[in-house]
């Protein structure tokens, strides 16, 4: 992958369901895992996505008012040299909160990954990590199953208030009557059944996610 160019599937530039606060959120397109009941399936294969220039995808991210950066997909660290690069640029203009998502565990990370996904490991505050396993679906903060851990790697969060559970849904209904969801899907299969039921209300055009 380029350190340059992030290939992305989707942004949001005020998400409030993953992660504290105001958060930027980058789906990044492709992932090699393929986790059973995935919530994105659109988005495991490496074909597809926009080809963004780390230097605009920066620019774009500081402009906002957001509190904080997200990265999901997708594989983040599919694309770990080209995202260690936006977060570096981010931060040398706003001090801003970064989390990701990956499939992968943090001692995976540690022990097996390359030196680029161990430059973004040491620049995130959060990490969700763990696949996403279908029969252990629960509603907990930030994560779509029980198998997945939320992990405080600075002091910026180390107090996080309120009980671990989801933070919800937050259904987006765009002009051109796109409808979106952002957020852990209540449900297994949420994704594909939310997709057909909007797409029966407008038919003219299928409902669309942005997800965990």
């Known amino acids: 992958m380029s350190a340059s160019v992030v290939m992305v599937a989707d942004t949001h530039p005020a998400c409030e369901v993953l ?4 958060r930027y959120c980058v789906w990044v397109q492709g992932c090699p895992l393929r986790c059973g009941g995935c919530v994105s399936p659109e988005w ?24 904080g950066l997200t990265l999901s997909g997708g594989e983040p660290f599919a694309q770990a040299q080209a995202l260690a690069e ?5 931060r040398a203009r706003r001090d801003l909160s970064v989390m990701s998502y990956s499939g992968h565990t943090l001692e995976w990370l540690r022990r097996h990954g ?11 505050d959060l990490l969700v990590d763990g696949p996403y ?22 002091d910026r969060h180390r107090d996080l208030p309120g009980p671990d559970e989801s933070a919800g ?5 765009t ?27 407008f038919s003219e055009r299928p409902a669309e996610g942005r997800r965990e």
Do not use: K
Not at 50 to 64: C, F, H, K, Q, S
Not at 86 to 90: D, F, H, Q, S
Not at 169 to 173: D, G, P, S
Not at 177 to 199: E, I, K, M, N, T
């Open 19 to 22: 992660g504290p606060g105001v």
């Open 44 to 67: 495991i294969p490496f074909e597809g996505g926009t080809a963004v220039p780390v230097a605009d995808l920066a620019d774009e991210i500081v402009r906002t008012a957001a509190d």
């Open 86 to 90: 936006l977060v570096t640029r981010v």
């Open 114 to 124: 390359d030196e680029h996904q161990r430059r973004l490991l040491s620049l995130l």
């Open 133 to 154: 396993v279908a029969g252990r679906h629960a509603a907990l903060r930030w994560r779509g199953s029980a198998n997945q851990r939320l992990h405080r790697l600075t």
């Open 169 to 173: 849904l937050r259904i987006e209904i």
């Open 175 to 201: 002009p051109d009557r796109r409808v979106h969801w952002l957020g852990v899907p209540p449900v297994p299969g949420f994704g594909p059944a939310f997709s057909r039921a909007f797409s029966r209300v």
